[in-house]
């Protein structure tokens, strides 16, 4: 069994990942920010889970915007086999209506973030020559619609970062996937952060308009019980990946609603893989079976 930290456990996916991957057996390091504030019911529930059912799940109170926190949260843990880079939130509304520091904050979040929790917990996996890192993303990092720009300039960003650290980490025997959930019946869409420039916004109705529609219509989704909308359906993604051996596992994966986008996936796919062939990197692609 392994020793797998996951990011943004107060709930979603993370929430839902700790307590499965805790129960297939292996030992979980739920983190978290504010475990003492706010989030302090949600560590309290799954620490409680864990002792009811003898299972391993440790809080860890990590904010993945700070250095600090980030680096005084992973120094006391023993070597992670598995992160799950996990927290996340989305910026919804025209670009021209944000300000540069939501811009940022954004970018910090669901980039940045990622980068120092691959840099925390990479020297230990580095030291013993395995480990694998799931990025999640989303189908918002393979297309793009009006009024959700900043969220996908940051998820676009991560792909790209993603992308990169696989074939950088491979020869060292580490593994990078990329794991991109459509629309779930998650807190994501009521926790979006709005712009803060509302005489902008009003110029920009039709957007809005948009936005609306297609959060009525995601809304419905998750109202229709055939639709792929259970979160679940990400969590044993994380844990299919996990128990994939190396060699096999894919760069990306989309789960639930897909909007048509597993088709782009599946075109670009061979054209990546003959880039790496005529650059001569064909290798690291993927840590050897």
Excluded at 6 to 25: N, Q, V
Excluded at 100 to 121: E, H, P, W, Y
Excluded at 230 to 243: A, E, G, H, Q
Aim: charged fraction near 20%.
């Amino acid at each position: 069994m392994k020793n797998i930290l996951i990011t943004g456990c107060s709930s979603g996916f993370g929430f839902d990942a700790a307590k499965y991957l805790a129960k297939k057996g292996h030992h979980v390091y739920a983190s978290m920010r504010n475990v003492s504030g706010k989030n302090a019911e949600n560590a309290a529930d799954l620490k409680h889970y864990a002792n009811n059912n003898h299972y391993k799940i440790d809080i860890v109170d990590i904010d993945v915007t700070s250095d600090e926190s980030v680096s005084a949260g992973v120094a006391h843990l023993p070597r992670i086999d598995v992160l799950i880079n996990n927290a996340g939130r989305g910026y919804g509304g025209p670009i021209e209506a944000f300000s540069s520091d939501q811009c940022l904050a954004q970018l910090d979040l669901n980039i940045v973030g990622t980068f120092r929790m691959a840099k925390a917990v990479l020297p230990g996996m580095r030291a013993n020559g395995s480990g694998l890192i799931i990025q999640v993303s989303s189908v918002a990092g393979r297309c793009a619609l009006p009024g959700f720009g900043i969220y996908h300039a940051s998820k676009w960003g991560l792909e790209g970062l993603s992308e990169s650290l696989r074939y950088e980490l491979s020869p060292l025997g580490i593994d990078v996937v990329i794991v991109e959930p459509g629309p779930f019946a998650t807190n994501f869409f009521g926790g979006i952060e709005p712009a803060t420039e509302d005489d902008i916004a009003a110029a920009y109705k039709h957007v809005g308009e948009f936005s609306e529609g297609f959060g009525n219509n995601v809304t419905e989704m998750f109202e229709d019980e055939n639709a792929p909308t259970d979160p679940m359906i990400i969590v044993r993604t994380f844990d299919k990946l996990i128990n994939t051996p190396n060699g096999s596992r894919p760069l990306r994966t989309i789960g639930g609603l897909d909007f048509g986008l597993q088709a782009l996936n599946d075109a670009v796919e061979p054209i990546r893989l003959s880039g790496l062939e005529a650059m001569g990197i064909a290798d690291c692609d993927g840590p050897a079976a």
